[in-house]
């Protein structure tokens, strides 16, 4: 092993390690201040001003200084994160990964430093975004299989975002955890077969299995469906867009899903980019509609499984 490759994988367990560190040390810092100072809902009342609504009709926020920094923030993070990945695309790998480090390391420092209900709500979860970047980068660079990498990318990511989860003191129903509206999940779930298909006509990728046996198959399988379906439905449609449509109302569903196909960048044709961003506002406007992310989730999973396994081997 080179000891460039070295110096990544050893950036790759720093960046994890920081994530988790700094959440969990943030977390107790901020309970222990809680105690001391306010309740959090006090801190909701104080941080965030709310439009009075008269007859069943939200008024349009003033312009302040206050609502400019909500807007302008998380579209700068949008923008560095998209940067990161153009680089890591276009230019180095060992560059992406230096890129993506910095940003979560910016992300984690900010939430930390400022004390405001609406950086803990959107911009903490952000972080989530460069991490996996971080992990799934530094795993290509050691020839890890990529189903393999999926798994323990997707693992780590998910251990991070439920850290944050307990931080932000959601509940299932905030996330959408929940089986309403079952029959149209599953519907919605159904989609993913014909968005894989889709996705094969557009990128051709090549099969992750060698043969299409049931012994080869259903580990894969398993792998897609609760890692790329679960798991990144859990981060990008729950987690993250939870905090973007409290900010930016239904444009959240458009921000996360511009933030969803950066990470796209670099797939050949660019198509797949915009296909990418399609999906992700289906996806998004499902789960606002139905406070569920059950269907996305499984249609995510199912477009994988279809794209990578069952299509190439019949088309």
Request: aromatic share 12%.
């Amino acid at each position: 092993m080179e000891w460039w490759q070295i110096v990544l994988i050893v950036l790759t367990s720093i960046a994890v390690g920081i994530v988790v560190g700094a959440v969990l040390s943030y977390l107790i810092l901020r309970l222990a201040k809680n105690r001391e100072t306010a309740s959090l809902s006090d801190l909701i009342l104080r941080s965030v001003e709310k439009p009075e609504v008269t007859s069943g009709v939200e008024e349009p926020l003033k312009l302040t200084p206050e609502i400019g920094l909500r807007t302008i923030e998380p579209i700068v993070y949008l923008l560095a994160i998209t940067t990161a990945q153009a680089i890591t695309a276009f230019s180095a790998t060992s560059w992406g990964i230096l890129c993506h480090t910095a940003i979560l390391t910016a992300i984690i420092v900010r939430s930390a430093l400022v004390n405001r209900y609406f950086h803990e709500r959107l911009i903490l979860p952000l972080a989530l975004v460069p991490l996996l970047r971080v992990i799934s980068l530094g795993m290509s660079l050691m020839d890890i299989p990529s189903i393999v990498s999926y798994h323990l990318s997707y693992t780590l990511l998910l251990l991070s975002a439920a850290v944050v989860v307990s931080f932000l003191r959601y509940d299932a129903n905030d996330i959408g955890l929940n089986s309403k509206w079952l029959g149209m999940q599953l519907l919605v779930g159904a989609t993913g077969i014909l968005l894989g298909w889709a996705g094969y006509v557009i990128l051709r990728p090549e099969p992750i299995v060698a043969d299409f046996a049931r012994h080869d198959v259903w580990l894969p399988a398993l792998i897609l469906l609760l890692c790329t379906g679960f798991a990144a439905e859990f981060v990008f449609r729950g987690v993250i867009q939870y905090g973007a449509v409290e900010a930016f109302g239904g444009w959240g569903i458009v921000y996360v899903s511009l933030l969803f196909a950066a990470l796209y960048i670099g797939f050949l044709p660019v198509i797949w980019v915009a296909f990418a961003f399609v999906i992700s506002l289906y996806f998004g406007w499902i789960v606002r509609q139905t406070k569920s992310i059950l269907g996305v989730a499984l249609a995510h999973g199912l477009c994988n499984t279809a794209l990578y396994l069952i299509v190439p081997f019949f088309f």
